[in-house]
Structure formats: structure tokens, C-alpha cells
């Protein structure tokens, strides 16, 4: 078993609070034919560069029935700007039209095998796991963008189509987890593609 999700997996269950005041779990999109869960944080450059992506991404999905949901997964010891003071402030300052969830305990992105931030996740109505990986080929840049991954795999699935390219190696900085190296990666945790 590999240490990242594979395709045709159920997704893993979670309950988190958010930068809303609020709790939220899988259940809490049961409407949507289509959830996008990203594991995000504050301060990766890939992350920063891909954020009014990810705002623009949900604008335009909302309506055909995806939703985003961010998680922040990031240990803050090393990296305090990834506390849930600073979450709630960014996502008040960029404006997020999806919810933002800390992950305390890590267990979630453990759950998922998140490597990287960013690094998208994408569930069909029965939350069966059909893509995984980046958005596109530059989270740092948009306007040197060539590729459309995200947004092709969501694309296909609301038409019934099966997904182009399920799998890519997500692009951005290792996740920051607790009582690792800053750039450790589980050793089972090969490129994806």
C-alpha cells in the first residue's frame, strides 16, 4: 500500500473546525456531486501563488456542484504561521469562498497521504477518489500555466466521462510534519506518476 491515497478509494472521514467558527466533515458536502479536498497552509510559495486559483476554482464550480474544502495539516512549532490564528486571518484577507481547516493533530493528512501544499484530492457523489495531484503545472505562477488538471478531471466527471489523467505529482513544499526534517517525506511516498 502506498503512503498516498490511490484512485478508487473511499475518502477517509474528518471532522475539523474551520476559519469560520465552524466544524466540518465530509457529510457537511453530502449535496455536492463533486468534493475537491486540497491540503493547503499559509506560508508555501506554491500555495500563496495558487490561492485566487483556488477561489476562482470554486466560483466557477460552485453552481455545477463541486465544492473545495482547504486543509491546513502544517506542524506550527517551525512554522507558526501556519497556527489557526494566522489561518483565520488569511483566509479573511484573500477572501476564501470555501472552508479552511486545521489539522491539528495531523491525522487527516496522514489519512489522505498528503504530500505536498498544495495537494488536490478530487471525490465523486460517492466520494470515490478519481484524481489526485496538482492543479496545473505552475502553482507559483498562473499566467505560466499550461496544463488544466484540476479542472479537467472535474470537468470530466460532471460530464460522466472518466477522468484524462488521474494521477500527477502534486507541485509545492513537503508537508510540515511534527517531529520530522523540514523536507522529510515518507520513504514509501515515490513520485505518483
Known amino acids: 500500500m502506498s503512503f498516498t491515497l490511490e484512485i478508487g478509494q473511499q475518502a477517509p472521514p474528518f471532522r475539523l473546525p474551520a476559519t469560520d467558527g465552524k466544524e466540518y466533515g465530509l457529510e457537511d458536502f453530502a449535496p455536492a ?6 491540503f493547503s497552509c499559509n506560508h508555501c510559495p506554491f500555495v500563496v501563488g495558487s490561492e485566487d486559483r483556488m477561489t476562482a476554482f470554486q466560483r466557477d464550480y460552485a453552481a455545477r456542484g463541486a465544492r473545495m474544502v482547504a486543509i491546513n495539516s502544517n506542524e506550527t512549532d517551525n512554522h507558526p504561521t501556519d497556527s489557526f490564528e494566522h489561518m483565520i486571518e488569511r483566509a479573511r484577507q484573500k477572501g476564501f ?21 498544495p495537494h488536490y484530492f478530487v471525490f465523486d457523489e460517492k466520494r470515490v477518489l478519481r484524481y489526485t ?10 499566467a505560466k500555466a499550461v496544463t488544466r488538471e484540476l479542472r479537467d478531471a472535474v470537468d470530466a466527471l ?4 472518466p477522468v484524462p489523467q ?5 507541485i509545492g513544499c513537503n508537508v510540515k510534519w511534527r517531529g520530522k526534517a523540514e523536507h522529510w517525506m515518507p520513504p514509501e511516498a515515490c513520485d505518483l506518476a
Not at 495531484?133 to 498562473?142: E, I, L, Q, V
Not at 488521474?166 to 502534486?170: A, E, I
Open 97 to 117: 469562498n470555501f472552508p479552511y481547516l486545521r489539522d491539528e493533530p495531523q491525522d487527516v493528512a496522514r489519512a489522505y497521504g498528503a504530500l505536498r501544499t
Open 166 to 170: 488521474p494521477v500527477t505529482n502534486p
Open 133 to 142: 495531484g496538482r492543479m496545473d503545472d505552475n502553482p507559483r505562477d498562473a
Open 158 to 161: 460532471l460530464a460522466g466521462q
Open 33 to 38: 456531486k463533486i468534493v475537491v479536498v486540497v
